[in-house]
């Protein structure tokens, strides 16, 4: 996802340089303009990217930034947090309508690297 949001020149809304929004009172609303849009953007990309479990943890976050730090401390580190996630994930997962190998390929998404 890091590769995407750099490619797309996203990236510093989430990790570095403009992580916080520019003050209305510095008068320069074409910056304040251009960082809501790209705070925007991200926003949309990370949403559309996670699995729906993850909403409860990102829903009260204020910015893109404290989105990408949530779902990183969710993933990168080895806690009952992302056993659960996880486990919720393989109880929810049904075939359903699925072939058997579409079935599969859920199974083989699911992070379990853990």
Not at 13 to 32: I, K, Q
Not at 97 to 111: A, C, G, H, V
Request: charged share 30%; hydrophobic share 35%; net charge negative.
């Amino acid at each position: 996802m890091e590769s995407y949001l750099v490619g797309e020149d996203l990236w510093d809304v989430v990790d570095r340089n403009n992580t916080t929004s520019p003050t209305e009172e510095s008068g320069n609303t074409t910056t304040l303009k251009r960082w809501k849009e790209l705070n925007a953007k991200t926003e949309f990309v990370l949403k559309r990217l996670i699995f729906h479990s993850l909403f409860d943890h990102i829903m009260r976050c204020k910015s893109t930034h404290e989105i990408w730090w949530t779902l990183d401390r969710l993933f990168n580190k080895k806690d009952e947090t992302r056993l659960q996630i996880l486990e919720n994930e393989l109880a929810n997962t049904t075939q359903g309508n699925l072939s058997i190998s579409e079935y599969f390929l859920k199974f083989k998404n699911l992070r379990l690297d853990i």
